[in-house]
C-alpha cells in the first residue's frame, strides 16, 4: 500500500500516538550506576574530567545506594580506589579492601539493591596495568589466580555479580570455578566481554587514578577495527559460565551491541563510558547542545542497539527525569 492510503506521519501525529508506537523503552531499571570509593570518612571529593562525579567514603557511597534505590536504578556498580598499590594489587583481594568494606556496608544498609563489585587490577596496581606484570607484559596465567581470589573476597563480602574487566582469556572460567568452589554458586557474573582499548576511557583513569605507568592495554583489550572478534570473546565467555555480557564503550559500539542481541540470547550490558559523559557535560555546559535532552538520545540509542542494561553517569540524572 502506497501514499495517500498510507501516510506514516499518522503514526507521529500526537504525544499521545508517538508513546502508543514506541519501539523502545528506558526505565530505571536498566541503568546501573557506577561509585568510586576511596578511604575515608564523609569524603565527597569532585572529579574533574567528569563533572557531577565524585570519589566518596564508604558512608557516602552507603547514601549513594539508597538513593539509588529510591529512584529505581537497578545496582551499583563499585570501582575502588585503595590507600596503598603495589606490584600485585594486594588491596584488591584483601578481606578488608575498600571493596569489601563498601559491598559489607552497601548490603547492611541497602539489602535490596543489586551490589556489582567490579574486579579489576588496575587501580590497585603500582604500574596501573590490569594484572601480574612480568617484564613488560601482563602475564595472563599468573593474573588468573588473583582474579579467583579477589572474587571471592567480594563474594564473601556480599557482593551480588562479579564483574571481570581486565580481558584476561580464561578469567571467566577461574572464577567461576572458584566462585562454585567457595560455595557461591548463585553469585552472578556479569563479563566485560567485548572490552576495548578506548580513548574513551581517559576520565575514568583520572577518577580511578588508573593509567597505566607504562605502555597501553592493546595487548589485552580489543583493537577497535574488530566487531566480529566481539563474538568470539561473547561465545567463550558464555561458554565459561558468564550470566551477563558487557560490551563496553557504547556510543560508538551499537553495531557490536546489535550484533551480540541478534546472535546470542542472554542479557547484554553496554558501558557508556567516561569519556562519552565527559563529552556531553562539556558540550552543555558550553551550551552548545542541551545536556539532559542528548542524554536520553543516547541512552535510548543503547538501549535501541540491543542493550538490556546501561552502566552510565548520567544514571541518577536520567532515573530523576523519568521519574517525573
Ligand atoms: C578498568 C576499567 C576501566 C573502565 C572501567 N574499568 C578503564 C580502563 O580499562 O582503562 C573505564 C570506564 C569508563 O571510562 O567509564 N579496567
Not at 551490589?115 to 596495568?129: K, P
Not at 578469567?171 to 548463585?186: E, I, N, T, Y
Not at 566481554?193 to 589485552?220: L, T
Request: contains cysteine; hydrophobic residues 45%.
Amino acid at each position: 500500500m502506497s501514499f495517500p492510503f498510507t501516510r506514516l506521519r499518522r503514526l507521529r501525529q500526537s504525544p499521545k500516538i508517538r508513546d502508543w508506537v514506541s519501539e523502545t523503552t528506558l526505565a530505571p531499571k536498566n541503568l546501573i550506576y557506577p561509585l568510586f570509593i576511596r578511604p575515608g570518612k564523609n569524603v565527597r571529593k569532585p572529579i574533574a574530567s567528569m563533572p557531577g562525579q565524585y570519589q566518596i567514603s564508604v558512608d557516602r557511597a552507603v547514601k549513594e545506594a539508597k538513593e539509588c534505590k529510591k529512584l529505581g536504578i537497578a545496582a551499583v556498580i563499585l570501582f575502588g580506589i585503595p590507600s596503598k598499590k603495589d606490584e600485585r594489587g594486594s588491596e584488591a583481594f584483601a578481606e578488608d579492601g575498600i571493596i569489601q568494606k563498601a559491598i559489607r556496608s552497601i548490603k547492611a544498609k541497602v539489602p535490596s539493591l543489586t551490589v556489582i563489585a567490579d574486579l579489576c587490577f588496575c587501580e590497585y596496581t603500582s604500574h596501573g596495568h590490569c594484572g601480574i606484570v612480568q617484564g613488560k607484559e601482563v602475564d595472563n596465567d599468573a593474573t588468573l589466580d588473583l582474579i579467583a581470589r579477589t572474587a571471592l573476597a567480594q563474594a564473601r563480602a556480599g557482593a551480588d555479580v562479579i564483574a571481570p574487566s581486565g580481558m584476561m582469556d580464561g578469567m571467566v572460567k577461574a572464577l567461576r570455578s572458584a566462585l562454585d568452589r567457595g560455595g557461591f554458586k548463585d553469585t552472578l557474573i556479569m563479563a566485560y566481554s567485548a572490552k576495548y582499548a578506548s580513548a574513551f576511557y581517559g576520565p575514568f583513569r583520572d577518577a580511578a587514578e588508573s593509567p597505566p605507568k607504562f605502555g597501553d592495554r592493546k595487548s589485552y583489550q580489543m583493537d577497535f577495527r574488530n566487531a566480529k572478534e566481539a563474538l568470539r570473546e561473547i561465545s567463550q565467555d558464555l561458554d565459561e559460565g558468564a550470566d551477563i555480557v558487557m560490551v563496553k564503550p557504547a556510543l560508538a559500539y551499537l553495531d557490536v551491541i546489535r550484533g551480540v542481541k541478534d546472535r546470542f540470547n542472554v542479557p547484554v550490558a553496554a558501558y557508556n563510558v567516561s569519556g562519552e559523559y565527559a563529552m556531553v557535560k562539556a558540550a552543555a555546559k558550553a551550551g552548545w547542545v542541551d545536556g539532559e535532552k542528548i542524554a536520553l538520545e543516547i541512552l535510548t540509542a543503547i538501549r535501541r542497539a540491543g542493550a538490556d542494561f546501561v552502566l552510565t553517569y548520567h544514571a541518577k540524572d536520567i532515573a530523576k527525569i523519568l521519574g517525573r
